[in-house]
């Protein structure tokens, strides 16, 4: 795999990649990843096996208070996807350490992530990766009349 910082030109294959992780419509994506390609504050890795994107890793700086962490800002995880047949080589933690790199040049001292509770291929992930769970928390909404 090589991995390059992602640019203007990626959002379709960006958003490509983030719909078979989160969902979701492909113009709002490309346009969520065209703010995001140039925020300072944002950086998002892309994998390539040859000439195809198989693997992103999006992470953020975060300002406000982040679970477990005690400094600020904290370099945030906020997802990363191996297309399905590419899993289980060691990419995930390729890319986790590219953001981690960003990270630490950003001055954070610290690197956060979240998962769903169900999730157990992403908490065994984070956990193989050196991550320690901070706390689990179940969140409630409602409709307001």
Known sequence: MV?????????????SLAMLLWGGDLKEK????????VDAEACIFLGYEGEVPMAFAQC????DYVEG????????????????????RGYGGELLKECEKWAVGKGCK???????????????????QGF??????ICFCKELQ
């Open 69 to 88: 962490t005690q400094s600020s800002p904290v370099g945030y995880l906020e997802g990363i996807f191996v297309k399905e047949e590419f899993r289980r």
């Open 132 to 137: 320690a769970e901070a706390n689990r928390v």
């Open 3 to 15: 991995i390059r910082k992602a640019r203007k030109g990626d959002e379709e294959s960006l958003a």
């Open 30 to 37: 490309m346009n969520e990843f065209s703010r995001l390609v």
């Open 60 to 63: 953020q700086l975060r300002h």
């Open 110 to 128: 610290e690197f956060a992530s979240d998962c769903e509770l169900e999730n157990s291929d992403s908490f065994d992930f984070h956990m193989a």
